[in-house]
Each structure stands twice: as structure tokens, then as C-alpha cells.
């Protein structure tokens, strides 16, 4: 399993494209390659870990696991002090 770091991604289209950490070329990642539940989308600058496949188009990400979730960023909202 590779891992890399969203360069960006389209949530209107539905894919966009990861730079792997190892170097090389960006890989296209699809949202239905999005291991997670609920809406599966991706952030700018977020780390995945992913498998890759090459294709008829090229190499495409595949089994792709986000590990910084966007829950961690509620936490840390809800761990604010209230007035």
C-alpha cells in the first residue's frame, strides 16, 4: 500500500489526483475508490493510503483510506471552551 497526500480533488466530477509520497507521477483517484462511510470525498493536502492499478488510461488509485479524518477537526471544535 502507497500513501500520498491530495493534491486536489472535485467533488462536483467526482475525482481528482494524489501526489504519491514515494514521488513519481500524480495518480488519479475516483470517489468510488473512497474506502469510507457516508459522502466519500477527498481535501486538498489530506493523506491517504492507497493501492495503485494501472489502467488503459494510466496508473489510478485504488482502495484509497484517508487517514486524517475530517472528524478530528470536530473534536477539536468541540474541545473549545464555551462562553
Same mark, same amino acid.
Given at each position: 500500500? +502507497?500513501?500520498?497526500?491530495?493534491?486536489?480533488? &472535485? %467533488?462536483?466530477?467526482? #475525482? =481528482?489526483? $494524489?501526489?504519491? @509520497?514515494?514521488?513519481? +507521477?500524480? $495518480?488519479?483517484?475516483?470517489?468510488?475508490?473512497? !474506502?469510507? +462511510? =457516508?459522502?466519500?470525498?477527498?481535501?486538498? =493536502? !489530506?493523506?491517504? %493510503? #492507497?493501492?495503485? &492499478?494501472?489502467?488503459?488510461?494510466? %496508473?489510478?488509485?485504488?482502495?484509497?483510506?484517508?487517514?486524517?479524518?475530517?472528524?478530528?477537526?470536530?473534536?477539536?471544535?468541540?474541545?473549545?471552551? !464555551? @462562553?
Amino acid at each position: 500500500m +502507497e500513501t500520498g497526500t491530495v493534491k486536489w480533488f &472535485n %467533488n462536483a466530477k467526482g #475525482f =481528482g489526483f $494524489i501526489c504519491p @509520497e514515494n514521488g513519481g +507521477e500524480d $495518480i488519479f483517484a475516483h470517489y468510488s475508490c473512497i !474506502q469510507m +462511510e =457516508g459522502y466519500r470525498t477527498l481535501k486538498a =493536502g !489530506q493523506k491517504v %493510503n #492507497f493501492s495503485i &492499478n494501472t489502467g488503459p488510461k494510466g %496508473n489510478h488509485a485504488n482502495l484509497i483510506i484517508p487517514i486524517e479524518s475530517s472528524t478530528l477537526n470536530h473534536t477539536s471544535a468541540e474541545a473549545t471552551p !464555551q @462562553e
